[in-house]
């Protein structure tokens, strides 16, 4: 099992710039692709951002210029590094793992977790 913590969330006025981390623990062979998504209550939880655990990486079209992900495969840690804030990404957001339970698996587990706020003020 993987337990996945967000942290780096918070208040900020538009324009402004926040980093989320979310650090992998517990049992696992291998973190494959990890990313964020992000939900407001009402609505469906939109992915952000995804990156593989080679560095490839893909960002939501509302998104791109601004957000930055990326990870630290030694820390088992993925960051989402975002900037020039607007209101509309106020949402919580959550982190997610694709992860090998065993080196004999044949298929991904995911974990997800608990999500972090994140609010923009005009």
């Known amino acids: 099992q993987v337990q996945l913590v967000e942290s780096g969330g918070g208040l900020v006025q538009a324009g402004g710039s926040l980093r989320l981390s979310c650090a992998a623990s517990?049992?696992?062979?291998?973190?494959?692709?990890m990313g964020w998504h992000r939900q407001v209550p009402g609505k469906e939880r939109e992915a952000v951002a995804s990156?593989?655990?080679?560095?490839?990486?893909n960002l939501a079209d509302s998104v791109k210029g601004r957000f930055t992900i990326s990870r630290d495969n030694a820390k088992n840690t993925v960051y989402l590094q975002m900037s020039s804030l607007k209101p509309e990404d106020t949402a919580d957001y959550f982190c997610?793992?694709?992860?090998?339970?065993?080196?004999?698996?044949?298929?991904?587990?995911?974990?997800w977790g608990q999500g972090t706020q994140v609010t923009v003020s005009s």
């Open positions: 990156i593989t655990s080679t560095g490839a990486t």
């Open positions: 997610y793992a694709e992860y090998r339970r065993m080196y004999y698996s044949t298929s991904n587990s995911m974990a």
């Open positions: 517990g049992s696992f062979f291998r973190l494959n692709t």
